[in-house]
């Protein structure tokens, strides 16, 4: 008597295609991705006192400090923004890109534990930080527009169409964020010092970028190296955009796109080779 074949509703098999997102699988998972995104998010303001609060008050502090150092002591241009709204702007935008960043290149090393006793796809982890930081993101955004519908009331800031590039230029961030985090992520996975690298080097690239400065400031050679800065042409968008200042051109924007791009597409290529063998090395 012959038995009835089965049928698996799920196949488990090595992908060939190192450019293979497997974005169907993210897809199939996409409960997983709303677990792992909840759990971070709920995790980061858990047993505190103040909860969500402390989203708030990691701006307002750091903004007050570069108000002080950086606009009272060294007196940095803003290009006539008002300067609390200036350093608000662009702490906004850094802290999502580098708490993306570094939570994301430790994919494979804080992960390793899951990764070993079930399978799922493991492109679901670096994209659920992203959006998990995210939410951050939008908390923040929310306490940045309070203080720009202040300034604007007053008529101190002229914002323009290039508003509506806001939500594009969230996406370039997450997707450079997304890019060279897996990069390290796959790399640190052989090269343990390569974490303390990232995170030292994350606090050198933040005065490489306007953050603190407009891009008017730099001279020479030094503000022809800040276009190829992938984060130049997203930060200078979107004070341009909200408070009507800044040195920015859309070929500007237009650099750091196809840098991103070029960075993203090689962090999933690094990230697909790792991703089959790294539990031999972690």
């Not at 698996?8 to 090595?14: D, P, S, V, Y």
């Not at 995104?37 to 400090?65: A, E």
């Not at 994301?104 to 006793?117: H, L, P």
């Not at 670096?126 to 940045?144: A, E, H, K, T």
């Amino acid at each position: 008597m012959n038995e009835p074949q089965q049928k698996w509703t799920e196949t488990i098999e090595e992908s060939h295609s190192l450019f293979d997102l497997k974005l169907k699988e993210v897809w199939k998972y996409k409960d997983l991705v709303y677990m792992f995104v909840k759990r971070d998010f709920v995790s980061s303001f858990k047993q505190t006192i103040l909860g969500p609060i402390w989203f708030f008050i990691n701006p307002i502090f750091t903004t007050i400090v570069y108000l002080v150092v950086f606009g009272r002591i060294a007196k940095l241009p803003t290009d006539g923004a008002p300067p609390i709204l200036f350093y608000l702007a662009g702490v906004t935008l850094w802290n999502y890109f580098s708490t993306s960043l570094l939570a994301t290149s430790s994919t494979f090393s804080g992960n390793s534990a899951i990764f070993g006793k079930v399978y799922f796809p493991r492109l679901v982890t670096p994209l659920s930080i992203v959006l998990s930081n995210l939410m951050r993101f939008g908390v923040q955004f929310l306490l940045f527009l309070v203080c720009w519908a202040y300034y604007f009331s007053k008529g101190a800031v002229h914002p323009n169409i290039w508003i509506l590039a806001t939500p594009f230029l969230i996406i370039l961030m997450a997707f450079f964020a997304l890019g060279v985090g897996m990069i390290f992520s796959s790399l640190t996975t052989k090269y343990k010092d390569l974490s303390m690298l990232l995170g030292f080097g994350v606090s050198l690239y933040m005065y490489s970028t306007p953050v603190i400065y407009p891009v008017s400031a730099l001279k020479g050679i030094f503000k022809s190296l800040a276009y190829y800065n992938p984060l130049t042409g997203i930060f200078e968008c979107f004070k341009y955009a909200w408070l009507g200042v800044g040195d920015f051109s859309p070929v500007m924007l237009g650099i750091s796109s196809v840098i991103i791009v070029i960075l993203l597409m090689i962090g999933i290529v690094v990230f697909n080779k790792v991703e089959k063998t790294f539990m031999d090395t972690v």
